[in-house]
């Protein structure tokens, strides 16, 4: 419909997208289901449960907006307007200061900014009225999606825009007096500009640099260091973490494992430094970002499976957009507090959705992502009471110092552990075969050129035994098995349980007791299903 002059106009929401909105998260919640009742490595149980929730409450929330589209969304008179799903009663156009357009996530929206007089007294409904009174907050603005309305989103604007100005222009100065009195004092800011994220940029790309001139393993392509390069260099993961090198958590977040995660974080770096760095300084936000890093790490390994190696700045990254997003409240109603609301939420929305994968093998890690969240959200909160208005900047800046200080001095501390790990890795042949039948196959030719690396004899092992050479195969086991320095080379998975598992069932039936013996040590191990299934089987376990 057209807004034009009139007593009386009532605007409804726009049932055609509320019903594509609707279908489209059905279909998203569809798959959530599947993911969840199928995980598998690439999404884990966790990314399934993630989209289902997330695609139900986005389902259950359009199937609500349907339902109330029988009724007006907003009501316009030359006096006032109201809205029935956002206030209980009209408002009068005088109650208006400021009226101003948007863009969040593509979606255009409408802002009206009231007194605070009349944004004390005014009357919410709603779920914005059950979550401001859970909360504490009472927002002076009242936002229309303008997208989602049946209306031209120019001419309801500029028709809202009129009235507004109508009733500032027949205000009496009494009136025009109190709304100036009103008003609250603008926050003092002090601008500074984002060195810590361009020197942090130039440090992660330098890492990067180093990450493919000093691979152990060839690189998937030019631009995506191996796994097995990523784990040798300070990867985490549960299975290495649990071994004592808890040091991975910082780490990690310094890693990546592509030039295309790379390039993603970088650039978020960038814009989050432009907005949160120049208004709180490089301390606190240096703070946030190795909080979020941390916490990131944290909930990756504890989250995906033990064996999924954890790299990237991501969590980090998130946390400095969260603690925008919550800092922006420091800012009264207006442009400034929405800009930092938009600016962290076309970020925040895309990272905190399990919906897609990139490519190379390597999957998105939202455990990471939301756990850097979380630190961000703390963070955030941590500045709000920390940074009155008369104050351009936080205070107690030396603290998140400090613990940036600290972050950075255990990451550079740990990379003197890493050329130990390199040089393990030097033990393995770079070329060993994927596939585990070529692998058996020239299993005799690489312990030749590698008579170190546990892979080749477990291969040769496995075709002696396909041979009928069950001597000379219990032979290679005991061997590698002895060798405890390459089994806990940290880019093999479960190497040990794997030997076990096979010079266990070799002896078993000819010397049960000694296999037991032998497969005890792996009995109570968190293994992969194959892994588990193998040694179920073997009925060498209680």
Known sequence: MTVEQSTRVEIRRATKKLLLIFVGSLVFTAGGVFMTLHPDERHGLAAGVLVLAFSALCALAALWQLIQARKPAFILTDRDFSSPSIVSGPVSWGDVQNVYTSVANNQKLLHLT????????????????????????????????????????DKLTMFVAARVEEAKAQQTPEAAALARESAPAEPKVALVAPYFSIALAVVLAAIFACELAFAPFPATDAITPAVGTLVAMGGSSLAVVRDGEWWRLFTAPLLHGGLFHLLLNVVALIAAGSQLERLVGAAWFAGVFCVGALAGSTASIFVNPPDIVGVGA???????????????????????????????????????????????????????????????????????????????????????????????????????????????????????????EKAKAGAAATLARHPRDPRARLAHAAWLIDHGSAAAAEKELREALADKQALTIPVLNHMEARVRLMLAALLRDGQPQQARNIAAPICASALPDSLANYRKSTGLCP
């Open 314 to 436: 991501s969590g980090g990254v998130v946390a400095l957009f969260a603690a925008t997003a919550v800092a922006s409240y420091r800012f009264p109603p207006g442009p400034e507090r929405n800009n930092l609301l938009t600016g962290s939420f076309q970020i925040l929305l895309p990272s905190l959705l399990p919906l897609v994968s990139i490519s190379h093998g390597a999957h998105i890690d939202y455990a990471a992502h939301f756990g850097g969240a979380a630190g961000g959200l703390l963070c955030g909160l941590a500045l709000l009471p920390l940074w009155p208005i008369d104050r351009p900047r936080p205070a107690f800046d030396k603290l998140p110092a400090a613990l940036a200080a600290a972050f950075f001095a255990v990451a550079l501390g740990s990379a003197t552990l890493i050329p130990p790990r390199l040089a393990q890795v030097q033990l393995l042949a770079p070329d060993f075969p994927a596939d585990w």
């Open 114 to 153: 009231l007194y605070p007089v009349a944004a004390d007294r005014l009357e919410r409904a709603g779920f914005l009225a059950w979550l401001g009174g859970l909360f504490g907050w009472r927002s002076r603005e009242i936002v229309f999606t303008l997208s989602m309305l049946d209306v031209e989103p």
